[in-house]
Structure formats: structure tokens, C-alpha cells
């Protein structure tokens, strides 16, 4: 049986639809913030290996999430325990594939006629599932039960029917348990919808007619990769970037080091040079980093790739034992959001010498905060939890993004009012952060800051993200973008400087913190940059006036409110360049 293309591209533009519609479900049922506002969640459909056949990509580490879960679930239960009706759940980093305790997967069989199909899946962050700190995402946890409940493949529901035990004993595990309960019977009602909807595209093309074109799609995004590696040239490379440190050991950068080597059409990539596992929790499993490699491939290659296995076949990958991407049980892995983007980093920076016309200098990384405590008004614990992104690095031929999410972290910044209706904490100010983005031909994104100021008691605060102490890298004789920092009571004589990645902070009522998020690295020589866009960057306010002229070489000046050009200096200081 042969599907024609136009059969092909209908079907795959239907299973993209079923994933976007499963997705819609997840976050309008969410309970918390986090699903209903940041969208920390995916969803896919898989074969019945377990293999990805299509994914809404929100969070492109879960590539390699799902998959390593659905085999965790298979290796669990005979296909005489898989029922119609079934809800597996899963979220260990080592018994399956979860990057962290509070990302959840829930699994559901797909029957058509009778016969297992495929599974439809959904991996989603859960507000508090346990742990040390309110969040689940201690800074300073040192190995995995310090960072929550921890479930192996087990049954949610059984033949529809909710296995209670399970969702008791999660409830018991949480300080948020309604929301985390909610959470999660929204996760099985969104891929509930894709079992229908799979089911419906067999009933109308046949089975099949399905399944030979997730085959074949899967096959046409492994030759469409292929193809584009074969036209670059052969050789090795290497990359590497830094993450500021693990919690733990506050001095010691950790280090994500990979070599690339091309040949033909096959790429293999060595990631054995890695710093070894750490301490603190900025580890992060194989399968993630291999995802990571995907996520790579799909931006230098075609952004328009449908999303499937095929992907994970071009993927060739060494690890080393032990090392912070290939760590040891029970080594913490729940901050590993720094490491997997600076793992891109690295992975981008060893590919650029085959693709040189898509470069991009480093970007500001992730950052995940978490407020906890319990609101006097409603005498319920709380947790707020927020995931911020920055500017990103100046791309070949194009500035940075300012303020938005990027690479592997896709999630959306929570709207303020949406923080300020739902828990004790009043947001004051938010805003870019003018010469944060690192000069260069092409600029880099701004950082951006934003002031919170406690109406609680006493909250527990955590954080994790990275480049307060390691600048976003220029390339290209760019300049680096500016630091990210965490200070809280900044205005007071006890203002307090805060590490990248910690856990279990004290605020009292009336306290404030002032998140600042790194900009990104710029590309190029600045004394490169159009003095036109110099000149606009200033009227903007993304650079000032002193930093136009030191790293620009552009002479401005102000007088009653007009900008004005200098231009006889201006040539003097980009002459002497």
C-alpha cells in the first residue's frame, strides 16, 4: 500500500491539528498558572513503540521526554495490562525520562477496533509535588528524594475508572494537592481528546492508511535532515558554554563541552569533555541533551519539520558516565532548565562552522521563581510560581529578541495581573533594561527587570537560573550581553545579593526583590553597526548615550529634548577603531 502525497500532507497537517487541539484542552482546564499562563506543557501522539509521531513543541526537550517514558510504561506493563480506558503516569528522571519531579506525564492507550494504535501523551508542570522547598525546585537539593514525590510507571485510571490510592497518595505528597489534582485529571481529559480524535482520522482514512504515513512522515523528517547535513562540509568542531555553578559550590562553572564530528550525511555528537555530575541538582539525563541536539538540528535546518521520531534518528551521541549530562542515580537533576540551554549553546556553537550564515552569540537562559507560603486571606498554602526567559543573542544578520523566550524554553511570561489576583505579591515594576543587550554589528536582545514587593507574612523563596556570574558570550567580536541578578530589599542598607540558584529564602511582609534577567551577546564588530541604527537604539532607549558612544563609536547629543548626531566626531571615534 502506497499513501499518495496529498493523502500524506492531509494527514499530517491532521495530526499537527490533533496535537494544537489537545494542547487548547490542556491549558483551558489547567488549575494553575502554570499550565493556564506560562504553558509549561507539550503534548504528542505516539506509536505503539512508544515513538513520537507528532508534537506541539512548546517545550522541545520533551523530544526526548516522551519517548523515554512511554519505553519506561512499556517495560512496566504486559500488553494484556494495557486497557482501553487506561491513564499511565510517570515524572522519574531515571525509571523513565522526566527532566524533574514536578513535570508529569500522563499516557493513554488509543484503541481503534480493539487493537492498540498508539498512546496519546501530555507531559505538564505541577505547582509542588514535594520536596524540601514550596515548587519542588530547591537550588541546593543534593540528590533526588530532596526534590519530591517521585512515581515510577503507574496507573492513574484504570478502564476509566481513577485508581484513588494514586491520586491520595499525590495529594498527601503536595502543598498545592487541588491544583496538582486538577493538573492532572486536565492532562488525562486533553489526551482523552487525541485517543478520540486518532480515532476519528482511522474511522475516515483507515488504520492502515495512519500508520504507513506516520511511517513515512517520520522517514521524510530523517532524509529531509539528512539531506541538509550531506551539502555541509566534513569535519569536526567543537563547542562549549558555562553554567555559573550547581547550588552547592557556588565558585566552581560547570562546563558543557561537545565535539561534532560530520561525515557525509551522519553526524555524531561527543559530549565526553562535560564537566563530571555535580553536587547540587544542574544535572540533566541523555535523553533531554539528545533533544536538545534535535532541537538544534530543526533551527539550522528547516523550522517547518514535522516533529516526529525521525528526528532522534539523525541523533549519534556519546556520553560519559558520571559527567553533569550523563549523571548517576540518585544525583539531583531539578534545575536542569540552565544546563539544557547552555547545552544548546554549545551544540549551536560547534555547529556554526558547518552552517555559517545561521550564528547566534549566547543568550540570557531561563529562570524559574517560586514564591511559597500560606495567604491569610484564604488561610491556604500557595505556591507562585513564574518561569522568565531575556534577551536573546544577536542572530547572522539580524539583532537579538528583547525580553521573550527562546530556544528550549518556550513558555510565556505570567501577565502581572494575573500574578497580583491570585496571590500575595504586588508587582511594581517591569521593564527593559536599557544596555543590557551586548553590542556588536548585530545587537543583542534586552534583559529585562521586574520588582515584587510581599503581602504575606513570611514566604519561602527559590530560584533557579543562570548568567548572573557568567555573562551571555559576543561572537564575532561581539560584546557579551549584561549579568541577570536576584537582589532582595535592593533600596535598604540590608539589600541582599542573591545567587543564581538557591532554595529556601525567608521574606517577610514588605520585603521586595528585584529580578534582573540577562540580555543577550551581540555578533559582529559594533563599530560595524549602521550609525542609523545606533542612533534609533538610543531614541528607543535600548542604549544609552555613553554606551553609543564607548562601544558604538556614535557621538550623540541631547539639547531641549532633540537627539542630534554628532557627525564630525562620530568619525573621528569610528576611525580610530
Sequence with gaps: MTVDPITLQVIQARLAGIVQEMQNSLFRTGYSTIIRESQDASCAILNTQGEVIAQHVVLPLHMGAFPACAAAILKTFSLDEIHPGD???????????????????????IYYDNELVGF???????????GTVPGSGSGNAREIYQEGLHLPPVKFMDQLRPVKEIEA????????????????????????????????????????????????????????????????????SEGESFVDHDGIDLTKPIRIHVKVKKTGDKLHFDFSGSSDQTQGPANIRPPLVRAACAYCLVALVDRFLPINQGLARVIDA?????????????????????????AAEAILSALAPFVPDKRIAGGSGSAALVLGGRDAQTNRAYVHYEIFSGGTGARSGKDGVSATAFHLSNCKTAPIEIIESEFPTRVERFEMIPDSGGAGEWRGGLGFARDYRILADEVRFSMRTDKHAIAPFGSDKGLPGGKGACVVNLESKDAKHLPSRFGDHRLQRNNTIRVERPGGGGLGDPFRRSVDKVVEDVRQGYVSIDSARSQYGVALHVAGGELTLQEQE????????
Design 120 to 130: 496519546a501523551a501530555n507531559m505538564a508542570h505541577k505547582s509542588d509535588i514535594g
Design 570 to 577: 562620530t568619525a573621528i571615534l569610528r576611525g580610530k577603531n
Design 87 to 109: 491513564a499511565f503516569i510517570i515524572n522519574h528522571p531515571y525509571l523513565g525520562g522526566s527532566p524533574h519531579a514536578p513535570d508529569m506525564g500522563v499516557f493513554t492507550p
Design 318 to 342: 556519546t556520553f560519559r558516565d558520571g559527567s553533569v549530562v550523563d549523571p548517576r542515580f540518585p544525583a539531583a537533576v531539578n534545575t536542569y532548565m540552565p544546563t539544557a540551554l547552555t
Design 169 to 236: 497518595m499525590i495529594a498527601a505528597n503536595s502543598r498545592t494537592a487541588t491544583l496538582v489534582i486538577g493538573d492532572l485529571r486536565g492532562q488525562v481529559g486533553a489526551a482523552r481528546l487525541g485517543e478520540r480524535r486518532i480515532a476519528e482520522l482511522m474511522q475516515r482514512y483507515g488504520k492502515d492508511t495512519i500508520i504507513e504515513s506516520t511511517e513515512r512522515l517520520s522517514a521524510y523528517t530523517e532524509n529531509r535532515v539528512r539531506q541538509a547535513i550531506a551539502t555541509w562540509p566534513d569535519g569536526e
